[in-house]
């Protein structure tokens, strides 16, 4: 059961998704000799920054895996063979008017036009059927920097915004008392955490993540529908929950967490890859639990869990992730009494 304010049912999102992947657009008025070259110069430039690519014709599909597909941050794709894409870009030429009129109907949401010629003209057809098509904005087809622009702002516009996820589910055993729970800084952790999380993330997009709801009351909360999977299972959960967002994930047993850290995080994110997460200095391992986990994280994990492969650790490793060197210290956890006793005199001294 997913749960938010006062115990109230909440509706799974559905995950965003076009024919192959979440952000893709069409290009129309190509023809097939023409379309690969200039595909491949512009995904050729998006590559220095983004995962990108382009497909040119149903026999072309280079890589099938829906995995793959899901880690692209934008896909170039020829109209004439995936005519339905919910984005489109208008090639205008001087002999491109057949190839338009065949896709006339699924010209519904041109995000901007392209002319090849001096020549390249709006058809009538197409000015009658869709009057408006003239004020969108259009570039020469050799100003490659502006198109590609254009196109990085459509990725932009798709950057996942952040829920954050303070896990408190944690049996706490070697702890013998709920670690969640635990005074560092004037108040129970998770609430010191809420309120420093509150600072860059709306309220109601913090959740507490935990196994049962008898656990907390009269908050926003996320039950765990993996049991018994610890972190990952809440991170699941989450993702569950609403797979369109990027989740801040953070540990009640991070004593040293402070806003300023967080901000870093935030700041330093790269959403291009999926996950930001902290390593301190001289570790050769990143810590999973504060870290921004992507939407393309998701599919990783789930096809992780169906191989039993359980470790956060190892999926940061074994992934293309924004690594964030910091001090030890600032990311030390804490799990024993005498951690904690030891860790609340350095923080009253």
């Known amino acids: 059961m997913f749960c938010q304010k006062m115990g109230n049912k909440n509706k799974l999102t559905k995950r965003n998704s076009g024919i192959f992947t979440a952000n893709e657009i069409a290009f129309f008025g190509l023809k097939d000799s023409f379309i690969t070259d200039f595909l491949q110069k512009i995904n050729k430039k998006l590559q220095k920054k983004w995962k990108t690519d382009f497909f040119t014709n149903s026999n072309n599909l280079r890589i099938k895996e829906d995995l793959y597909h899901s880690q692209l941050d934008f896909l170039l794709l020829n109209g004439s063979y995936f005519p339905t894409v919910k984005q489109q870009i208008l090639v205008l030429t001087s002999d491109s008017e057949d190839l338009l009129l065949q896709n006339l109907e ?84 998770r609430e010191f955490l809420k309120d420093i999380l509150g600072d860059f993330i709306l309220k109601n997009d913090i959740f507490y993540s935990l196994r049962d709801v008898s656990q907390i009351k009269n908050t926003q909360i996320i039950t765990d529908k993996f049991t018994d999977l610890g972190p990952f299972g809440g991170i699941c959960s989450a993702f569950m929950y609403n797979p369109n967002k990027a989740w801040l994930v953070v540990a009640t047993d991070l004593p040293f967490i402070n806003k300023y850290l967080i901000q870093k995080l935030i700041y330093k994110r790269n959403p291009s890859k999926i996950a930001t997460a902290f390593i301190g200095k001289n570790k050769d391992f990143p810590e999973p639990l504060i870290t921004i986990w992507e939407p393309k994280a998701y599919p990783v994990l789930l096809q992780q869990l169906s191989r039993g492969e359980l470790s956060l650790i190892k999926t940061l490793k074994n992934n293309e992730i924004e690594l964030i060197e910091v001090d030890n210290s600032l990311i030390k956890n804490v799990n024993t009494k005498e951690e904690y006793e030891k860790i609340k005199k350095e923080l009253t001294k």
């Open 106 to 189: 699924y010209l519904t949401n041109v995000q901007f036009v392209i002319r090849l010629n001096a020549n390249a003209h709006f058809p009538d057809y197409l000015l009658v059927k869709y009057p408006t098509i003239s004020n969108v904005i259009s570039y020469d087809f050799k100003d490659l920097d502006s198109i590609c622009n254009h196109i990085e702002n459509l990725i932009f516009e798709k950057i996942a915004p952040i829920n954050s996820l303070i896990l408190i589910g944690g049996k706490s055993t070697r702890m013998g008392t709920d670690k969640s729970m635990l005074d560092y800084h004037g108040k129970p952790h």
